[in-house]
């Protein structure tokens, strides 16, 4: 029994190899190809026992990935494992956006996930919130929602966890196509510059961009100011 299962595509495999050694430093066992597979082993098999017999399962989502066959088939695997038995998919965006993502799989962009932007210390502590809580990482939680969406860090005093789809629904429902490009004006983002056609599309590409700034929070702020009403 594996605690996680890393699925991704071979051109990210400089960056799955940290991730996978990261990981198992800090006590996890890591079902990771090059550390799991055996000379002779059948590649089918050995796949379909990981997916099976670990308790989650990283799916490390770029460009290379929507493209291979592979990554999909084990995607497949995970996600039919997650409506049998709950939360199991573990999402990290490796250079790739939000809208990227979306287009791929609706469903998995609404998930929150981890960007590799953040740095691989970061991603890992991520992983081990959910994977391992009890091993006392204070990191937000990857794919949990908190009660309240937006809390502060006593430390810092930003937001530690900030739940994006929530965040593009209000957008979606407070904020008109001119109230919307004036937010963006406010924030030094051309409107027209986003990608997308609708008011939705453009509000998750706007969140999707402030969040590779780190600037979340600011975000956050210009729309308690302007919808002070609305609970964040």
Request: glycine share 6%; with cysteine.
């Amino acid at each position: 029994m594996w605690d996680v299962f890393i699925s991704h595509a071979s051109e990210d495999k400089d960056f799955v190899r940290e991730l996978a050694h990261a990981l198992k430093n800090r006590g996890l066992t890591v079902w990771f190809d090059e550390m799991t597979l055996k000379l002779g082993d059948r590649l089918g098999e050995s796949i379909d026992r990981g997916l099976a017999e670990s308790r989650f399962g990283i799916v490390v989502f770029s460009p290379a990935f929507f493209q291979k066959p592979w990554p999909r088939y084990e995607l497949e695997g995970l996600v039919n494992r997650e409506m049998a038995h709950g939360k199991t998919i573990l999402p990290i965006w490796h250079q790739v956006s939000l809208s990227e993502v979306a287009r791929f799989s609706p469903s998995l962009a609404n998930k929150m996930a981890v960007s590799t932007d953040r740095g691989i210390e970061y991603v890992v502590s991520q992983i081990m919130e959910v994977v391992a809580p009890e091993s006392g990482s204070s990191a937000p939680s990857l794919t949990t929602k908190s009660s309240e969406p937006y809390t502060r860090s006593a430390a810092k005093g930003g937001y530690t966890h900030i739940d994006q789809v929530h965040l593009r629904n209000m957008l979606v429902s407070y904020f008109n196509l001119s109230e919307l490009q004036d937010l963006c004006f406010d924030l030094g983002i051309y409107y027209e510059n986003l990608p997308g056609q609708t008011i939705s599309d453009k509000a998750r590409e706007l969140i999707a961009f402030m969040n590779r700034r780190g600037e979340l929070p600011k975000l956050v702020t210009a729309v308690k100011s302007l919808r002070p009403h609305v609970n964040l």
